[in-house]
């Protein structure tokens, strides 16, 4: 049984010489299959990108109440815009953030008569320009450069497990056809008994790209043995992670980890910008399977069995399109939206109505 007590440094680096890409793909292996996260160092999303958009996260809430609550999310069918803080649970327990939900540019497929999980996907709410100028170039270059870098992280991990660069490529669309979501968060620090940030969870896709924008501890991630690993900020690095549809369509062999976040502690917020990559909205993940070399598969049997946790799995990816499991995902964590913009799905979730505050988990 192979486990973990910290997260594993790679360096994108040792991808531009021949001699050392094996390096590279032996340790994104064993990240892969037994930790389930990961930092990434010399990536190729400018610096200058990121330092201008950390720059501009405090003025970001700092805004207007009343511009901030003009692009909240009850706005958007496409689930994009402002959450006030505390506006979801995780486990029954509030989530203690405020955010912005945002995505890579995209004009919406969805036409009168189409699935309803077409609609999912559609164009952010912006903040005024004028309140908080620059802001959307930056934040859309960024979107851009780390839409590009899942995409080349899909070709190294089918690479790294014996599937060629484009093994998973299947599960995307066209390009004009696929969307990708960002949250730029703020946790604050809170009084009293709780410390939740955001309780134990899985993400769902395939990818996430962490950029821990404060200098802030907070991400805690469970090891094998169900014990909380501390994964600080380290500057110049994302935190990437692996989503349960990934593990599930290579039959366990990536690993979804379990993780939270902790509120922080000390005088200031915590500020972090999740990038969530997504899959074909009418993938289903078991319209692909997926072929291993047996000694890859023999890496997933030796790792041994993941303890129990609070977190909860994505249990529709077998029988629906990804599309409408992140659809009902949305509608879970935000009913208030849903009952505007998804009248029947909303019954058909809480036929009894709902009352407080969403909870996917």
């Not at 953030?97 to 497929?109: I, L, P, V, Y």
């Not at 990437?240 to 000390?266: C, D, M, Q, W, Y």
């Not at 993938?283 to 291993?292: E, K, M, N, S």
């Not at 977190?311 to 009913?335: A, C, M, Q, T, Y």
Request: glycine share 10%; hydrophobic share 40%.
């Amino acid at each position: 049984m192979s486990d973990f007590s910290s997260i594993p440094l790679l360096d994108y680096a040792l991808l531009s010489a021949s001699g050392t890409r094996p390096q590279f793909l032996a340790q994104l292996r064993h990240a892969l299959v037994n930790v389930g996260f990961l930092y990434l160092a010399n990536h190729p999303v400018a610096q200058g990108d990121i330092d201008a958009l950390v720059g501009y996260i405090p003025r970001l809430f700092a805004l207007p109440p009343e511009s901030k609550e003009g692009i909240r999310m009850a706005n958007s069918e496409h689930f994009l815009g402002y959450s006030r803080f505390g506006a979801e649970l995780t486990k029954g327990a509030v989530d203690q953030r405020e955010q912005f939900d945002f995505a890579t540019r995209h004009t919406s497929r969805w036409r009168a008569g189409d699935p309803d999980h077409y609609r999912l996907w559609g164009p952010p709410q912006w903040p005024d320009e004028k309140l908080i100028p620059g802001f959307r170039e930056v934040m859309e270059r960024y979107l851009d450069q780390v839409e590009a870098l899942g995409y080349a992280f899909c070709g190294l991990i089918a690479e790294a497990f014996g599937l060629g660069p484009e093994g998973l490529s299947p599960f995307f669309d066209a390009p004009e056809l696929m969307q990708h979501r960002a949250k730029i968060v703020q946790y604050p620090v809170v009084e009293g008994k709780s410390d939740q940030g955001v309780g134990p969870h899985y993400d769902a896709g395939f990818l996430t790209f962490l950029l821990q924008a404060s200098a802030h501890r907070g991400l805690q991630v469970q090891n094998l043995a169900g014990e909380w690993i501390d994964a600080p900020p380290m500057p110049g690095t994302f935190v990437v992670n692996i989503g349960k549809a990934l593990e599930f369509v290579t039959g366990g062999l990536a690993r979804a980890t379990s993780h939270r976040v902790l509120s922080p502690k000390g005088a200031t917020p915590r500020y972090s910008v999740p990038f969530f990559q997504n899959i074909g909205l009418n993938t289903r993940l078991t319209d692909h399977i997926l072929h291993f070399p047996p000694e890859i598969l023999a890496l997933r049997d030796t790792r041994g069995a993941v303890a129990a946790t609070d977190s909860v799995n994505f249990s529709e990816f077998d029988r629906e399109p990804s599309g409408k499991v992140n659809l009902i995902g949305r509608v879970k964590s935000h009913p208030d939206v849903a009952q505007i913009h998804y009248p029947e799905l909303f019954k058909q979730i809480f036929p009894d109505g709902f009352s407080g505050k969403g909870s996917a988990y």
